[in-house]
T-cell receptor
Framework: SQTIHQWPATLVQPVGSPLSLECTVE??????LYWYRQAAGRGLQLLFY??????ISSEVPQNLSASRPQDRQFILSSKKLLLSDSGFYLC????????????????FGAGTRLSVL | AQKITQTQPGMFVQEKEAVTLDCTYD???????LFWYKQPSSGEMIFLIY??????QNATEGRYSLNFQKARKSANLVISASQLGDSAMYFC????????????FGSGTRLSIRP
């Protein structure tokens, strides 16, 4: 069965420090991978998605970047954190959609709660 | 515009009662998928149920069913015999075919079950 791992679970970082959040998927090949951010009490905002190694699409301009160095590894990074980067970050995976009737259900990791102080 | 609307920010329900969480969507795509996710206080998003736009029957998964009314662009989640563990945030989401892999989420409904 497929599993998704995300770490760390909680992170407290000072403003201006770098960030690296990692997400890995097991039990599947060539998944689509996603990074979301959730502000307190809000819905999910898609930050990045990737359909393959080295292929990253950015949804919103921001202080963050993403990389996919391996098929099942997705990394969210920042060179200098801002206060506004605080939030709950969720990684997700799905199989490649095969057509208009494909379900493309996204399965989520446990999330990382980031506090920038 | 592609959009999901959840008009109930919060709901309180007595244990063992059924509850309906509202969701309406807007898309010009003929093909799309609709999802419901549950987010307990731990934060993890848990997939509950899926409905395809061409599915003729409403989807069901255990105590969850999706009341799909295509003409009204409505995809309400029905939870039968609610339990204390059902207390969580619930998100409705949509994948229009034209958006490839991307899913659009609603703002969520916080469901609280009273003992």
């Amino acid at each position: 069965s497929q599993t998704i791992h995300q770490w760390p679970a909680t992170l407290v970082q000072p403003v201006g420090s770098p960030l690296s959040l990692e997400c890995t998927v097991e039990g599947t090949s060539n998944p689509n991978l996603y990074w979301y951010r959730q502000a307190a009490g809000r819905g999910l905002q898609l930050l990045f998605y990737s359909v393959g190694i080295g292929q990253i699409s950015s949804e919103v301009p921001q202080n963050l970047s993403a990389s996919r160095p391996q098929d099942r590894q997705f990394i969210l990074s920042s060179k200098k954190l801002l206060l506004s980067d605080s939030g709950f970050y969720l990684c997700a995976w799905s199989v490649l959609p095969t057509g208009p009737l494909a379900k493309n259900i996204q399965y989520f990791g446990a999330g990382t709660r980031l506090s920038v102080l | 515009a592609q959009k999901i609307t959840q008009t109930q920010p919060g709901m309180f329900v007595q244990e063992k009662e059924a509850v309906t969480l509202d969701c309406t969507y807007d898309t010009s795509d003929q093909s799309y998928g609709l999802f419901w996710y549950k987010q307990p206080s731990s934060g993890e998003m848990i997939f509950l149920i899926y409905q395809g736009s061409y599915d003729e029957q409403n989807a069901t998964e255990g105590r969850y069913s999706l009341n799909f009314q295509k003409a009204r662009k409505s995809a309400n989640l029905v939870i039968s015999a609610s339990q204390l563990g059902d207390s969580a945030m619930y998100f409705c989401a949509m994948r229009p075919y034209s958006s490839a892999s991307k899913i659009i989420f609603g703002s969520g409904t916080r469901l609280s079950i009273r003992p």
